[in-house]
């Protein structure tokens, strides 16, 4: 039986180079070497566009092409008769194959040379085994797919953003055998990530941000697909790219302000999913690994699921928290703020927050601490509403599709990290507390 182009997948993961034949105008055959075969749908794949040599010039002479594949697991043969239908040289699957060639060409010591200049559509109109019988790669990995139904199931107990992060991160790790992720949400104002969650790192990094189309993170944010890459690649490396952004954009002490990235030294395997409902992008599931190709496409099928899913959750739970407000319960009074004063700065330029000399966070994250502070030493004020800060005109926030819900998450996770006598306390659904264990002190700083 001819197998289906899906069975092939595995075939198309870079282990063995695959070879493309085409001929000439005048019947001369040319043989070339492919770096790379990608899987588009059950009927098409795409070929990388590099050079424009003798196969590019009999493809457009004439469109149509012989490639051979390999079976890395059982080492069967496939020939796959292609018509070349069109080349792409922007969006999701140029991206996309771009990423996986700078990881090919790094490993291979070949960056100065590959360079994708276009993605290559071809109809595949028919399959052959020409060796070997098996179409299936043995693998002693274990299934993926009760790992995902476990996955799954844990985010139906969370109860709000927080608890539906972490069981996200964790469930990777104890169902999958992920150690290292890390789950980005979206600033649509700014156009970047902010970090919200991480698993299996040394330094959280929560509060960190990466430009959209920056580094593997930001360009599968973009372009609104998945982006693998087997080797690690320079240019798709995170915490420089970050920070060599800021480097050129900014001057003097602009670092100081830059929450370091949180990732591998040394990663070898990266997969970014965006977290996508319709045509609203909530942010991004990115993990790593220090092994070679660790992640497979069938990786990627298993997180893009879990990501659609997600991106279900948040925006249910993040819309509990803010319309449908749990009334205030009867609690204690603070305790009574005790120690030496520390100053409270706040930049309006950039709502840059820093507690005494260190810096906290910015953006509107920093506005809401700014904003709530304020209140506790103005008005004595403890206790907050999601909704009234969505309502609060000087915060302008930006509109209900900003998860203000992970802002305060974010907010929160980070004092926990940088700051012993500042809290923020989930006292219900939709309310907080700010809790205060040092008198503080407000310099504003930039405003007329």
């Known amino acids: 039986m001819t197998p289906a182009l899906g069975e092939l997948r595995h075939c198309f993961e870079g282990a063995i180079p695959s070879v493309i034949a085409t ?64 080349t792409e040289t922007a969006g999701p699957l140029f991206e996309n194959m771009k990423a ?113 189309g920056e580094g593997i993170i930001g360009v599968a944010a973009r372009e609104r697909t998945p982006i693998r890459i087997g080797y690690a690649a320079q240019e798709y490396l995170y915490g420089r790219a970050m920070r060599e952004g800021f480097e050129k954009a900014a001057a003097g002490d602009a670092l100081e302000t830059a929450i370091p990235f949180p990732g591998l030294a040394d990663s070898g395997s990266q997969l970014a999913v965006p977290i996508v409902r319709g045509e609203r992008l909530h942010g991004v599931l990115y993990v790593e690994s220090p092994e070679q190709r660790r992640f497979t496409y069938e990786d990627e099928d298993a997180l893009v699921v879990l990501a659609s899913q997600l991106a279900l959750f948040i925006e249910l739970l993040a819309h509990s928290a803010e319309q449908h407000e749990e009334a205030a319960a009867c609690c204690p009074p603070p305790p009574v703020a005790q120690g030496a004063p520390v100053t409270v700065r706040h930049f309006a330029a950039d709502h840059s927050v820093f ?46 599709s900003d998860n203000l819900e992970a802002r305060l998450i974010l907010l929160q996770r980070r004092l926990a990290e940088r700051c012993g006598f500042l809290a923020i306390e989930k006292t219900g659904r939709g309310r907080f507390r700010l809790n205060v264990g040092r008198p503080l002190q407000l310099a504003e700083v930039g405003v007329r």
Not at 365 to 389: C, H, P, Q
């Open 23 to 86: 001929c000439a105008p005048d019947g001369t055959p040319n043989v070339a070497y492919l770096s790379q075969v990608h899987y588009v749908d059950d009927a098409h794949v795409a070929l990388t566009f590099q050079f424009f040599n003798t196969t590019r010039k009999n493809i457009l002479a004439n469109p149509r092409a012989v490639v051979q594949v390999i079976d890395p697991g059982s080492a069967a043969h496939y020939r796959l008769r292609l018509e070349y239908l069109r």
């Open 355 to 400: 507690l005494g000399n260190d810096y906290l966070i910015k953006g509107v994250a920093g506005a809401i601490v700014w904003k709530l502070v304020r209140d506790y030493v103005e008005a004595g004020r403890s206790e907050f509403t999601n909704r009234e800060l969505r309502l609060d005109p000087s915060l302008r926030l930006p509109d209900v």
């Open 100 to 212: 996986k060639l700078a990881g090919i060409a790094s490993h291979t010591g070949m960056s100065k040379v590959f360079r994708l200049l276009g993605s290559d559509v071809y109809r595949v109109l028919d399959i052959e085994c020409v060796f070997g019988e098996s179409s299936r790669q043995a693998s002693q990995r274990q299934p993926l797919l009760p790992g995902l139904r476990a996955c799954l199931d844990s985010l139906a107990d969370c109860a709000d953003l927080a608890a539906l992060f972490d069981a996200v991160l964790r469930g990777l790790e104890r169902h999958c055998g992920i150690r290292h992720a890390m789950l980005l949400m979206h600033d649509a104002a700014r156009a970047r990530l902010y970090t919200v969650a991480t698993h299996g790192y040394a330094e959280s990094g929560v509060g960190s941000e990466i430009g959209i």
